[in-house]
């Protein structure tokens, strides 16, 4: 009886740090749209927080993380980070020039971020503020801080379609931007690549991998060598391995390390 009521205790006691997972429909005024969005909280929220928001690739959806890194909520509690992950179908994250109703730039920066400012304990500020993202994500998340830098102080990306201009026929893109022949300011305009002039060095904290086999390698190559002839400091890395999950769910560890290094700093 004395070692099955140690064991209750256990369970009990560790159940107890475990972080927790919210979820909620948050509606898009400019898009007229609701979107799904989990919250995963640490357990203690008695101070505020650092957010991270994470970013799917494309046909995932807001639960994607969890099913990569299943044990995110304990990693949140490990930590003391909220994560934030939003529904946002194949949109590549930009405000879609043709589609009304895929207006993500906009839901991202000022929807999402008011929403979770107003509900939990976060550090409110840019000092408190980072994302990162898979392949479809890691575009988004690199894309929406340059452009945002105001909002973000660290971004990262995963396997990241970091230049859709070699990509004229996949995922979508040609929906949400039009085709590229009649639609080349756009493409132009909506690359993550291309946002590199809006930012200074030190105006982010930038970590961004890819695998070996992956066959986003060359564009994150090029990303990495514009960034050097822009003098921005940033973390590149190359691992073995493809555009897989398993690669991700090893990956984020070290972008949260990066991230909580960042926080840190921020002080």
Known sequence: MKKLFFLFCLFAATAAQAGRIVTHTLHSDAMNRDIPVTVILPDDLSQPRPVVYLLHGAYGNERSWLEIKPNLPDIADEKGMIFVSAAALNSWYFDSPVLKDFQYETFMTHDLIAFVDSHYPTIANRTGRAITGLSMGGHGALYLSMRHKDLYGAAGAMSGGVDIRPFPQNWNLPDVLGEMASHMDSWNANAAVSQIDRIENGDLWITFDCGEDDFF??????????????????????????????????SIDYHLLFFQKYFNSSK
Do not use: A, C, M
């Not at 400091?233 to 493809?242: K, M, S």
């Open 217 to 250: 390698l060359e564009v994150n190559k090029d990303l990495h060598q514009r960034l050097l002839g822009r003098g921005i400091h940033h973390d590149f890395t190359t691992r073995p391995g493809g555009h897989t999950s398993q690669y991700w769910g090893n």
